[in-house]
């Protein structure tokens, strides 16, 4: 199956990662030693000695937090929604969502009665990244545009927020979508020198970059991300960088480094427990094992994924582990485990990728972009009323409203139709995607099985042969009759073999290979099989070749078992860009109209015919049948 796994790993960056400091972690502690600090001095200084922590030690946070909290708490104070802000930090770091969701609802509340924007920046952000797995996409979207509108000037929270709707719409598979908003957010990132923020955006672009395997771009990206790891000296940000770094070679198939990237992460993460790149790390393993044929050791990494997973669960993780873990467990002969496996990833998969989310995904965007146009019409109107008169400025207020409310509706129409053209040819690419991924699962079977009856069943026939062969001196006619049987069955073995992959399908082209196949059919068969070639030169991809050749198979093959016919022509023509494939019998035909019903063959090339875009005529009586296929869109003519 084509490799596209790499459900994106974004990590979950928060307001919080704007929290720098200027003094020193022993000045801030020697302070709070001072017995005649006031309290609120006091709850302000376990909050910024709660924040220098962050992100190295996540204890230490949630120790000082807590304390600034339960102050807060006592007195009534003001500094309560950032101890509560902090406090959910805490817990959404160590992967106790529920947690972290409770006390940034809480700040949010109190935020927005003391009407304090720079808490409810944060806490904002911080709620919509415990979204991002549960199937909220929309609110996720939502609250984070809401920070994008008080942020408007803070290039800082800006840059964090953005990254964190590349997130969102990562999860929901809009790609372009996210890579727009991790530019947007490095850049910001870049104005104000958030370094922390860089060591995630800097990562996640290369990743894009190695799936689209523009693979310079992603060695840019990851050489500037090395820069800030050196800089910030953080186990986290050093966790980061090594996967994206394993991802890279892997591509490369560079697997010594692949190897060793990927357990430095693990090593990093673990030395601050940081939960979310363990499980990332251990599904990269097991993944980067299954590929290099080591089963038993790839099962063991996704165990230790399962015990994490099982307490703080997250859907783009688990997608890809159960696919893999459902691989590994089929190549060491556990077919049971591996369907249970299977099943876990199709619903996990299934979820994630549901039209509902991804049309909430989009209409939040749509909506934003709605927003913004409203606020520049607004704009326009006001300059126009400040420069005419109070009575001309509302006939012309009262007719801009009416022709933009048009122009709005119009353009919200347009933008849902196009949504929806997208919506369709994102269904028509996965089913594509599917349809291709099981034909070349087919092909990899014909030649799994092609090179065993070549090289095991026809190797034990020709020592056979020869240990036969050794007795003739004795002129026993059953063993003369035996060897001949044998050099029988070898002919057979190797045109059985031929047949599932042709050799001149795989070194020459598909004329080649249809005018050998058709040959030798007519040799080993009854009825007269021939073959033509009218027109210019065929010239496809090797995709299209194998499946249009699978085409002749099936349908020559149908016509020699179910026909009776004395004569099959088959027949390749390209005409004015149009190639036509027919094959023809003589034979007692069928009835068209039970042809749905007819089994797995015909099928089959139904399917391949709606693969590459063909369309397909079937004719038969009692004098024959002829089947007819015409394809468009895939010449390129010599």
Same mark, same amino acid.
């Given at each position: 199956?084509?490799?596209?796994?790499?459900?994106?790993? %974004?990590?979950?960056?928060?307001?919080?990662?704007?929290?720098?400091?200027? @003094?020193?972690?022993?000045?801030?502690?020697?302070?709070?030693?001072?017995?005649?600090?006031?309290?609120?001095?006091?709850?302000?200084?376990?909050?910024?000695?709660?924040?220098?922590?962050?992100?190295?030690?996540?204890?230490?946070?949630?120790?000082?937090?807590?304390?600034?909290?339960?102050?807060?708490?006592?007195?009534?104070?003001?500094?309560?929604?950032?101890?509560?802000?902090?406090?959910?930090?805490?817990?959404?770091?160590?992967?106790?969502?529920?947690?972290?969701?409770?006390?940034?609802?809480?700040?949010?509340?109190?935020?927005?009665?003391?009407?304090?924007?720079?808490?409810?920046?944060?806490?904002?952000? *911080?709620?919509?990244? &415990?979204?991002?797995?549960?199937?909220? %996409?929309?609110?996720?979207?939502?609250?984070?545009?809401?920070?994008?509108?008080?942020?408007?000037?803070?290039?800082?929270?800006?840059?964090?927020?953005?990254?964190?709707?590349?997130?969102?719409?990562?999860?929901?598979?809009?790609?372009?979508?996210?890579?727009?908003?991790?530019?947007?957010?490095?850049?910001?990132?870049?104005?104000?020198?958030?370094?922390?923020?860089?060591?995630?955006?800097?990562?996640?672009?290369?990743?894009?970059?190695?799936? *689209?395997?523009?693979?310079?771009?992603?060695?840019?990206?990851?050489?500037?991300?090395?820069?800030?790891?050196?800089?910030?000296?953080?186990?986290?940000?050093?966790?980061?960088?090594?996967?994206?770094?394993?991802?890279?070679?892997?591509?490369?198939?560079?697997?010594?480094?692949?190897?060793?990237?990927?357990?430095?992460?693990?090593?990093?993460?673990?030395?601050?427990?940081?939960?979310?790149?363990?499980?990332?790390?251990?599904?990269?393993?097991?993944?980067?094992?299954?590929?290099?044929?080591?089963?038993?050791?790839?099962?063991?990494?996704?165990?230790?994924?399962?015990?994490?997973?099982?307490?703080?669960?997250?859907?783009?993780?688990?997608?890809? #582990?159960?696919?893999?873990?459902?691989?590994?467990?089929?190549?060491?002969?556990?077919?049971?485990?591996?369907?249970?496996?299977?099943?876990?990833?199709?619903?996990?998969?299934?979820?994630?990728?549901?039209?509902?989310?991804?049309?909430?995904? #989009?209409? #939040?965007?749509?909506?934003?972009?709605?927003?913004?146009?409203?606020?520049?019409?607004?704009?326009?109107?006001?300059?126009?009323?400040?420069?005419?008169?109070? &009575?001309?400025?509302?006939?012309?207020?009262?007719?801009?409203?009416?022709?933009?409310?048009?122009?709005?509706? %119009?353009?919200?129409?347009?933008?849902?139709?196009?949504?929806?053209?997208?919506?369709?040819?994102?269904?028509?690419?996965?089913?594509?995607?599917?349809?291709?991924?099981?034909?070349?699962?087919?092909?990899?079977?014909?030649?799994?099985?092609?090179?065993?009856?070549?090289?095991? +069943?026809?190797?034990?026939?020709?020592?056979?042969?020869?240990?036969?062969?050794?007795?003739?001196?004795?002129?026993?006619?059953?063993?003369?009759?035996?060897?001949?049987?044998?050099?029988?069955?070898?002919?057979?073995?190797?045109?059985?073999?031929?047949?599932?992959?042709?050799?001149?399908?795989?070194?020459?082209?598909?004329?080649?290979?249809?005018? &050998?196949?058709?040959?030798?059919?007519?040799?080993?068969?009854?009825?007269?099989?021939?073959?033509?070639?009218?027109?210019?030169?065929?010239?496809?991809?090797?995709?299209?070749? #194998?499946?249009?050749?699978?085409?002749?198979?099936?349908? +020559? &093959?149908?016509?020699? @078992?179910?026909?009776?016919?004395?004569?099959?022509?088959?027949?390749?023509?390209?005409?004015?860009?149009?190639?036509?494939?027919?094959?023809?019998?003589?034979?007692?035909?069928?009835?068209?109209?039970?042809?749905?019903?007819?089994?797995?063959?015909?099928?089959? +090339?139904?399917?391949?015919?709606?693969?590459?875009?063909?369309?397909?005529?079937?004719?038969?009586?009692?004098?024959?049948?002829?089947?007819?296929?015409?394809?468009?869109?895939?010449?390129? *003519?010599?």
């Amino acid at each position: 199956m084509k490799n596209q796994l790499f459900c994106l790993l %974004f990590f979950l960056l928060c307001s919080a990662l704007s929290f720098g400091q200027t @003094k020193k972690i022993d000045s801030l502690k020697q302070e709070l030693l001072n017995p005649s600090l006031h309290d609120t001095t006091k709850i302000r200084l376990y909050l910024t000695l709660g924040k220098s922590y962050y992100p190295h030690n996540m204890d230490s946070l949630g120790h000082y937090s807590k304390l600034g909290m339960k102050m807060s708490k006592v007195l009534n104070n003001y500094l309560l929604e950032r101890a509560l802000n902090n406090v959910g930090l805490f817990y959404l770091e160590n992967g106790q969502i529920d947690s972290a969701r409770y006390y940034f609802k809480n700040a949010i509340k109190k935020g927005e009665i003391n009407k304090d924007t720079t808490i409810l920046m944060q806490a904002y952000s *911080n709620y919509a990244a &415990t979204l991002m797995d549960r199937a909220e %996409f929309d609110e996720s979207v939502r609250l984070n545009l809401k920070v994008i509108e008080l942020a408007k000037n803070n290039k800082y929270q800006l840059g964090i927020t953005q990254y964190n709707l590349a997130a969102n719409y990562s999860n929901a598979g809009y790609d372009s979508i996210s890579i727009k908003y991790l530019k947007l957010a490095t850049i910001n990132a870049e104005k104000s020198n958030h370094y922390l923020l860089l060591s995630q955006s800097l990562p996640n672009l290369a990743y894009y970059a190695i799936e *689209n395997n523009e693979l310079d771009e992603a060695k840019m990206y990851l050489d500037k991300s090395l820069e800030i790891c050196e800089k910030l000296k953080s186990p986290r940000v050093w966790s980061t960088y090594y996967l994206r770094a394993g991802l890279y070679y892997q591509k490369q198939k560079n697997y010594d480094k692949t190897e060793t990237s990927y357990f430095k992460a693990l090593n990093e993460a673990k030395k601050v427990n940081y939960v979310y790149n363990i499980m990332f790390a251990y599904v990269a393993l097991g993944e980067y094992f299954v590929l290099v044929q080591n089963p038993t050791k790839a099962i063991e990494y996704f165990k230790n994924f399962e015990k994490i997973q099982d307490e703080s669960p997250i859907p783009s993780i688990g997608v890809t #582990a159960y696919h893999n873990w459902a691989k590994a467990e089929n190549m060491v002969g556990n077919f049971k485990n591996s369907n249970k496996y299977l099943e876990k990833y199709i619903k996990i998969n299934d979820s994630l990728n549901s039209e509902k989310n991804k049309t909430s995904i #989009a209409n #939040a965007e749509a909506k934003y972009q709605t927003v913004k146009k409203d606020k520049e019409i607004a704009e326009q109107k006001l300059a126009l009323a400040e420069s005419k008169s109070k &009575t001309r400025t509302m006939n012309i207020l009262i007719v801009s409203l009416l022709l933009g409310s048009i122009l709005l509706w %119009f353009s919200f129409r347009q933008r849902q139709k196009r949504m929806q053209q997208q919506l369709v040819t994102i269904e028509r690419e996965q089913e594509v995607r599917t349809l291709e991924s099981l034909m070349e699962g087919e092909e990899k079977e014909r030649l799994r099985i092609a090179k065993e009856l070549h090289d095991g +069943v026809n190797g034990d026939l020709a020592a056979i042969k020869f240990k036969l062969a050794s007795l003739l001196e004795t002129n026993n006619q059953v063993i003369n009759e035996a060897v001949a049987m044998i050099d029988t069955s070898s002919e057979q073995v190797r045109a059985i073999s031929h047949n599932l992959v042709p050799p001149s399908l795989r070194d020459f082209n598909l004329l080649e290979a249809v005018g &050998t196949y058709c040959e030798n059919m007519n040799s080993i068969h009854e009825p007269e099989i021939s073959f033509q070639h009218l027109g210019n030169e065929i010239v496809l991809e090797k995709k299209q070749e #194998a499946n249009l050749f699978r085409i002749v198979q099936e349908l +020559v &093959t149908n016509s020699i @078992k179910h026909a009776e016919a004395n004569e099959i022509h088959v027949q390749l023509s390209n005409v004015e860009n149009n190639l036509q494939l027919t094959v023809e019998d003589d034979g007692k035909g069928f009835d068209v109209a039970t042809m749905k019903s007819e089994g797995i063959g015909m099928q089959n +090339v139904k399917s391949r015919v709606e693969y590459l875009n063909g369309l397909m005529d079937v004719k038969s009586d009692g004098k024959g049948t002829s089947i007819t296929i015409t394809i468009s869109d895939k010449l390129d *003519n010599a």
